[in-house]
């Protein structure tokens, strides 16, 4: 489903090269885990797939479902099925959260020729959605994301992605600022979606959210390539002992 | 309503070069000859069967207005205007002063369904299918949407065509309540003495040199008057047009809501495109009085110019709101999206004690639009109030200027005023500007002002493109989210046609 | 009125030009500064600014200057105790420089003599058709100073310029050039002991990354007119802040004009206002960010009492390349007394899209919570009060983290209580 090969990018307005080399594969179906240190490339990784003008690749290719992406904007991306679940969800301040919703369905099925929801269909799957992942109907008439929690922000996130039924999900750091509590809803938001044509790329620092989404493969990355891949066990292992082993072993 | 939808649907259609209204009726016109001079204004005067006291305070009005000079302080310039290069008068020939629809020139009806506007009263009274109509239980879609629910909504429509009102809908209804909506023209002959009353009482005939213009030259406009202690049961509006090539378009309106009145007004505004300037030079005076309260409500949409900044509108208007009486409250909300140029500051004067205005502005600039817009909040009686949110949006080759002035007199104890003023630019090749007067000459004064001018963070713009927003679609929906505190303070019927033409009038301003 | 016939010349711009004709012999320069002088009294014969000139809207200086005092000022002064202890001291007195002082990393030179020799001509001149102080500084500016302080040096002890008089007219430029890397504390006094019309130029080049703090403390004798004018340009990766305390004068207009014209250079500006009496006080600044990243802060406090009015004037403006702009501007006021009045104009001139630029103005009583909250712990309402209006305009001072000068600005500040309180 995505394959990613010998990708180099750089920061595009003052030239650093932050991806060097990168290979990766992720096939239908499969969770992929992708690990590293601070500063590894994580976030940059899941930018430069999400489209984001201010990387800039050099080299190399990413292909989903055998076609190159790397001609398309966000929109296109997102269309043809990627989404990006983000770290920091930005605020967009006026913008009802069911508005927001409305107008990305109803964008993508253009996008795909079909014909706009209804609005009693897209209120039922939309509320459908949101009671699994515990938003109550208050929350999506706020602007979205403005003065949201943390978890909040999360939850809306995965509920965008279980409307928008993406082929291929990019978890940037989901677990990051959640209490075990919102970490246990939202990996059971990701856990629903999972499904034998679709693929979940998960990034993390830490093990811990791959106890709840139990991963297929697990890619450590490091200086903007991936160094090591594995089972599930890779990430128990840098778990207990870190990424020093790896790094050393790699070096 | 219906028109509405329509309008959504035929705005969604084109793009910014293609201004939506800029078609033109051919209808015979009644044209009095180019140039101003005292034989224009008594004809003028003589069209409109006007009495000799209105005659005189036009040409005492024009007498004054040879002595003024244009004014040159706000952020906006053109090529000198030649005002004897302009038609004064122009009334389409089949309708000298219709009484009914079936009178109109039906060319004339086709040309305001094109504008999405709903004259005929049986379309209104079945106006049940609102836009939004697919309204869901919860209520939980965008506030513009959910106010739908309230069912049917009439609007009472006064329509003015280059110089004259062609039609005025819902009279008999109104006249029931008491309230007279009727053309100024008709309201010179009608009710000679409340025009005299209050004509110029809040604009003098000379306030400044294109107010003094008007008065010279006025051919007419929306005349509203709510008697005491009426809630005027439906929404009035009026619809400009300016059809004929080189005519300037002087209308003027003047609304009264007496002791515990209420009123809500609508205005809109269009233009055919054309590659030379039009003038429209309005004048409107509103007079509240004690626990009295008007709303007033502009979407202006006239012809922007194309996008080599050729043609286009000159919007010079002047709008005041007198709050007469104590705890009376006047009220503007503005979009603002035409118009080669504005010059226009819809002000209150809060004379009452307990008084409140309110402005509440969108001003969106393409193109090579200038707008110079903003208001003047005058407290001068004790406890008034005074709030203004500004929503600047510059794009093109723009200019967008705010400029406000809020003050407080010796005597106004308690003066509170709270401003807020954001612009937001969307290209390096436009101007975003922000001009506060803040004048408080008593200890007890209360003034906040707030400005900030930023743009479209990449961020945001990145996040709305990843759930497959295409990038046009994601700014016009940041920017509404931008403009929502003002948005929700428009009535219904414009919030929607609001949205979109905010959306419109940004088209081609990324890339 | 007919606008096309000269207007008639009110008593002060009278005075002004009769008083030019009589002394622009005995003003320093050669043939090419007289022809300056000349050009600029003509500005002045067009008619002293009114409201309806934009940049002078709240200071109608044709109505509000009145009189003009005699040119001679009696006598001379003695220097002052310096604002900071330690400080290097230049003295003008009566429009006149005194001897220099020695002092390491610092040059010095007279205005009266570069006018005489020829040089500092380029400085002379208004800027534009609404630069009326600098039209009335060229037309009888006497002497100055020109400080030079060397590149990469780090001053020891802050300089203090003094300009002082004893009524009369005094008409004078300070030039200030810090080089590329050089530190600098520098104090600007302008007062004196007997009622005057002054006008004071200065012009501070901040080189670039150097970093200086500028404080102008303006204490004129009541009945003073005072028009201060402070230019500065700063450079790359330079900082400058500057503190403008004005508690003096009938009739104030100071104008601050700074370019922050260095990329990753700061300009940041503190004021507090004590304006009481009859006084008419006037700060206006406009602010250009010329090139990209760089960023400003402004917060002006003011304070009136009496009939005083006060006026600030602050614009922002953007250029178009100048992307990644951060500019913030406030500017508050508290007025304790119903015959003060304040008028604020802070403007916005944006013309690059990559911003964030925001200005605030507010003008209130003081905090009734707060006040409460201070009686119920069994402070008296005067004293309260009291307290609150200082700690409103200390807050600013305190921003300008440099212990020294803290404890000098606020020592002026309760003085002014003492007085005014």
Known sequence: MLEIKNLHARIADEGTEIIRGLNLTVKAGEVAAIMGPNGSGKSTLSYILAGREDYEVTEGEILFNGESILEMDPAERAASGIFLAFQYPMEIPGVATMEFLKVAMNAQRKARG????????????????????????????????VGFSGGEKKRAEILQMQLLEPKLCVLDETDSGLDIDALKIVSDGVNALRSPDRAVVVITHYQRLLEHIVPDSVHVLYKGRIIKSGDKSLAMNLEENGYAGIIGEAA | MPAVQETIDQVRLIDVDQYKYGFETSIEMDKAPKGLNEDIIRFISAKKDEPQWMLDWRLDAFERWKTQEEPDWARVDYPKIDFQDIYYYAAPKSTPGPTSLAEVDPELLRT??????????????????????????????????????????????????????????????????????????????????????????????????YATLNSAVFTD???????????????????????????????????????????????????????????????????????????????????????????????????????????????????????????????????????????????????????????????LGKNTSSRIISKGIAAGFSQNTYRGQVSAHRKATNARNFTQCDSLLIGDQCGAHTVPYIEAKNATTQFEHEATTSKISDDQKFYVMQRGIPEEEAIALIVNGFVKDVIQELPMEFAVEAQKLIGISLEGSVG | MNMHVTPQHTPAEKALIEGYHARVGDLPGDGMVTIKRDEAIEAIKAGLPTRHVEAWHYTDLRRLLTTVPAAATAGNTSALEPLLAGSTVLHVSGGKTQAFPSAQGLSFMRLSDELVEGRGLA?????????????????????????????GVELSAPLELQNLHNGGQVHTRFGVNVGAGA??????????????????????????????????????????????????????????????????????????????????????LRGVNLLSGDSHTDVTMVLDHSVPNTGSREVIRNVLTDRAKGVFQGRINVHQIAQKTDAKMACNTLLLSDDADFSAKP????????????????????????????????????????????????????????????????AKLDAWFVLHG
């Not at chain 2, 140029?341 to 819809?346: A, D, E, G, V």
């Not at chain 3, 009326?132 to 006497?142: D, E, L, Q």
């Not at chain 3, 630029?357 to 409460?372: K, M, R, S």
């Not at chain 3, 201070?374 to 700690?391: F, I, T």
């Open chain 2, 221 to 379: 406009g929306s005349f509203v008057f709510v008697p005491k202690g009426v809630r005027c049961p439906m929404e009035l509006s009026t619809y400009f047009r300016i059809n004929e090539k080189n005519t300037g378009q002087f209308e003027r309106t003047l609304i009264i809501a007496e002791e515990g009145a209420y009123v809500s007004y609508l205005e809109g505004c269009t233009a055919p495109q054309r590659d030379e300037n039009q003038l429209h030079a309005a004048v409107v005076e509103l007079v509240a009085l004690d626990d009295a309260e008007i709303k007033y409500s502009t979407v202006q949409n006239w012809y922007p110019g194309d996008s080599q900044g050729k043609g286009g509108i000159y919007n010079f208007v002047t709008k005041r709101g007198d709050c007469r009486g104590d705890r009376s409250k006047i009220s503007w909300t503005q979009v603002e999206t035409g118009s080669a140029i504005t010059w226009k500051y819809p002000s209150c004067i809060l004379r009452g004690d307990d008084s409140r205005g309110e402005f509440y502005s969108i001003a969106v600039s393409n193109g090579y639009q200038q707008i110079d817009s903003g208001t003047k909040m005058l407290h």
């Open chain 3, 123 to 151: 400085a002379l001149g208004p800027t534009d058709a609404a630069d009326t102080i600098g039209a009335i500084n060229t037309a009888f500016v006497s002497d100055g100073y020109g400080v030079e302080i060397a590149e």
């Open chain 3, 183 to 268: 530190k600098a504390v520098i104090v600007e006094r302008q007062t004196g002991e007997a009622s005057a019309l002054a006008s004071a130029i200065t012009t501070l080049s901040v080189r670039d990354g150097a970093e200086v703090m500028y404080l102008i403390v303006q204490e004129q004798p009541k009945g003073s007119s005072h028009l201060g004018q402070f230019r500065a340009t700063i450079g790359k990766d330079a900082k400058l802040t500057v503190f403008i305390m004005n508690a003096g004068g009938k009739l104030v207009r100071q104008e601050i004009i700074v370019d922050a014209a260095g990329e990753g250079c700061d300009f940041q």
């Open chain 1, 114 to 145: 079909e014909e706009p929801l209804k609005i009693p269909e897209l209120l039922k799957r939309v509320k459908e959605a949101s009671g699994a992942l515990n938003i109550d109907m208050a929350m999506l008439k706020r602007p979205l994301n």
């Open chain 2, 112 to 209: 305001y369904e094109k504008l999405g506007i709903p004259l005929r009263e049986q379309e209104i009274l079945a106006g049940v299918k609102k836009p939004g109509h697919e309204e869901s239980e919860d209520g939980v879609l965008a506030d513009s949407e959910s106010q739908s629910a309230n069912g049917g909504r009439r609007v009472a429509v006064d329509a003015v065509f280059d110089s004259v009102s062609v039609v005025t809908t819902f009279k008999k209804e109104l006249a029931k309540a008491g309230v007279i909506f009727c053309s100024i023209s008709e309201a010179i002959r009608e009710y000679p003495d409340l025009v005299k009353k209050y004509l110029g009482s809040v604009v003098p005939q000379s306030d400044n040199y």
């Open chain 3, 347 to 410: 403007e916005l001139e944006i013309f690059a899209d990559d911003v964030a630029c925001g200005h605030g103005a507010t003008v209130t009583d003081i905090n009734e919570d707060h006040l409460f909250y201070l009686m119920a712990r069994g402070v008296p309402e005067k004293a309260g009060r009291g307290l609150l209006v200082k700690a409103f305009l200390a807050e600013v001072i305190e921003e300008l983290e440099n212990e020294a000068v803290i404890e000098a600005l606020e």
